[in-house]
C-alpha cells in the first residue's frame, strides 16, 4: 500500500436504526485499537447525530450530499447538516446513486466540491457494469468516469477514489485479483494525469463484496489502500475481520 494508510470504510447503505448503535460502538472500539487503519461508517443521516454521540472519536460520514448550499430541494441534505450532525466525511457517486437517482458525472464532481467547502472529506466512486466490463474495456471507461467525476480542486489530502465494479456490489462476485490489480494500476495512472504526483497518495479503495474472506487477498494489491464495505459493514462480527486483514496486509 505504499506510504498510503489504509482505510476501511463501511457503508450501511439504507439499514441502520438506533437499535443498531451497539454494533457501531463496538465497530469504533475496534478502530481504536488499530491505529495504524483508518477505520469509517457512512450511515444513514438520521443515525449519524446519535452515533457520534455514542462514539465521539470515530469517523462517522453520511452517504450523499447535495451539490448546493442549502435551498429547495425537498428531502435533499446538504454538507453543513452533515457537518452540523457531527460528520466528518461522505460518500459521493455511489452506483446506486448514479442508478436510482440519475446522478451524473458532473453532479458527483459538484457534490464532492460542496463537501470539501464544508470540511468534509469525502469517497468518489466510480466502477463498470457487467456490459462494460464483457465488452474489454472497462479500464478505459472508469478511468474516463473518474476524469469526468474529479473536482478541479481534487487532492489526497481530503478525497478517496472507491473502485467498486456495478455487478460485485452485493452479489458475492469478486473480479479476480489481477482485475482488481490492473484497473487500481490504470486509475492511478489516470490520476497522474489528473494530479499530477498527489496521485501517489490518493488512496483507491476497492469495494464489491469484500468480506473477511478475500479482503486479504485484495488489500494485499499494491495499489488498493483499503475497502469500502457494504453488507459485510454492517455488523462487528462481519466487519472487524476486515479491519484485521487491513492490519496484517
Ligand atoms: P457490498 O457493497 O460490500 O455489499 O458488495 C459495497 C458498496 O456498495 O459500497
Known sequence: MADRRPLIAGNWKMNGLKANLGEITAIAAEAAASPAVDVALFIPA???????????????GGQDVHENASGAHTGCISAAMLVEAGAKGVIVGHSERRTDQHETDATVAAKASRAKTEGLSVILCVGESLEVRDAGNAEEVVSAQLLASLPQEASSDWLSIAYEPIWAIGTGRVPTIEAISEMHSALRA???????????KMRILYGGSVSGDNARDILSVADVDGGLV?????TAAKFVPIIEAARNA
Not at 457494504?230 to 454492517?234: I, P, V
Open 230 to 234: 457494504g453488507g459485510a459493514s454492517l
Open 46 to 60: 438520521t443515525l449519524i447525530a446519535p452515533a457520534v454521540a455514542a462514539a465521539p472519536d470515530f469517523f462517522i
Open 190 to 200: 489516470a490520476l497522474r494525469k489528473m494530479i499530477g504526483g498527489d496521485a501517489d
